[in-house]
């Protein structure tokens, strides 16, 4: 998954090679008989002594394309030290290890929200905060996700084409690899058009949206909060079905990415989901930013 998306463009047709560039090849001459005329003024002869005497370039090409093959065959060798390397196996140890990272910094995030549920049910017990302290502290903590929310919501699932599709309108050019997959602007317009609607809460996939959360794209998968996922991508906001929805049609990118749903076939569904709960955002809210070095 790349980070952008060209248009699709009605192709142009190429123009037909020029034949005053193509010539015919010269036909070749035809041998003269042995002891002919012809075969007798062709030049002088070679002896025996000037043959085998002469410079052989062709040897020292020989010798070089031989010790070409051996410096490869032996470059080879000392990387692959036993290994096949023609498979694909350190691509798919990384592609473990992502998805291991991903599953432990998942387990962490989840005992972390129990060790916050614990420290704050300890906090309330004598903090020695007044009442109005107690409310406006609750209403910090629901402004930035770290709270449960409960209301109306609407899921929104993206989701890649098929890798064989065609284009199913005239004018259309048929799709390059780029036009079929989800992009990260397509998640983020999705985003921004379930806030700029008055959502109340939003949650990708299984987790909760802060103010410092990024939705990025590496290749085919979402990258969200040091967790890795796959397609097909859900968005979950919880608030008014109606303005949602209706923010949804009138967000410009999200009219773009309608036109490759019409022709190429990507992903695309809305659906109410009636009174649910959002769950509160367990991970760490420090904010980690570069420092100069002294």
Known sequence: MSNSADSPRTGTTGSAPDPDRVSAPDP???PSPVGSPASSEAGPSVSSSDRRGGFRPVRVLTVGVFALAGLLFFTSFNTAKGTNIRTDASLLKLSDLIQERSQKNGELDETNGVLR????SLAEADDGSTQAQDDKLAGLEKNAGTQKVKGKAITVTLNDAPPNATAKLPGY???QPDYLVIHQQDLQAVVNALWQGGAQGIKVMDQRLISTSAVRCVGNTLILQGRVYSPPYKIQAVGDPEKLQQALAEAPAIQNYMVYVNVYG????VTEDGAVTLPGYSGTVDLHYAKPVE
Do not use: I, R
Not at 266 to 269: E, F, I, S, V
């Open 28 to 30: 070749a001459p035809e």
């Open 117 to 120: 549920d614990d420290v704050e």
């Open 173 to 175: 050019p048929e799709p």
């Open 266 to 269: 990507l992903g695309w569904k």
